[in-house]
């Protein structure tokens, strides 16, 4: 009985982690993906750019925008998951040093959204989906005391899933449920 359970949860989870979701692959799937990462309200004017080719490149500009967001389609180089995200300036020169290995260095919060949902390492290993969610870095580590850094109810921490960037903190406000896989 365990053997044919276990079994059956293998397959349930192949099945699902190989029925991935389309990948934006053409520029215009690209912007349409980084539009459904935030309200119309940040989106409508922020410029839209996709991901360097290779770690410390420049981003492409697919479409230039007029206010201080940037917007990114998913899934980001390496990801089988579609994951867009829009950042305010500050939030997004954050990303953008981390993941350079670039020192960073801010001077006041910054915001991002993420409409659709993250894939997270899980800590057994695995990967689970966080529903949509705010994103909030400041410039005052101390300030994220005292939140959990579980993610499985209300607000909670969490860094950007890279070696070099495990103290690098910010903290993560859910608007919505995951959807149940």
């Not at 989106?43 to 990114?72: H, M, N, Q």
């Not at 915001?111 to 529903?131: L, N, R």
């Not at 579980?150 to 910010?170: E, M, Q, S, V």
């Amino acid at each position: 009985m365990r053997l044919a359970v276990l079994c059956l949860f293998a397959a349930l989870t192949a099945s699902a982690q190989s029925a991935t979701e389309h990948l934006p692959v053409t520029d215009a799937e690209k912007i349409a993906d980084a539009l459904r990462a935030a309200p119309n309200f940040i989106t409508d004017e922020a410029t839209i750019v996709d991901y360097p080719a290779s770690k410390g490149g420049d981003f492409r500009v697919l479409r230039k925008g007029t206010s201080e967001w940037t917007c990114l389609p998913g899934p980001p180089p390496g990801s089988k998951h579609d994951d867009p995200g829009c950042f305010d300036s500050v939030f997004f020169q954050w990303v953008t040093d981390g993941l350079a290995g670039r020192p960073q260095h801010i001077d006041r919060l910054g915001i991002a959204y993420m409409y659709m949902g993250q894939w997270v390492p899980g800590a057994s290993g695995g990967e689970f989906h966080v529903g949509p969610h705010i994103m909030v870095v400041t410039p005052h580590p101390e300030d994220l005391h005292g939140f959990t850094r579980g993610g499985w109810n209300g607000t909670y921490i969490i860094h950007l899933p890279l070696p070099n960037l495990a103290d690098k903190w910010f903290l993560v406000i859910p608007i919505g449920q995951a959807d149940k896989q």
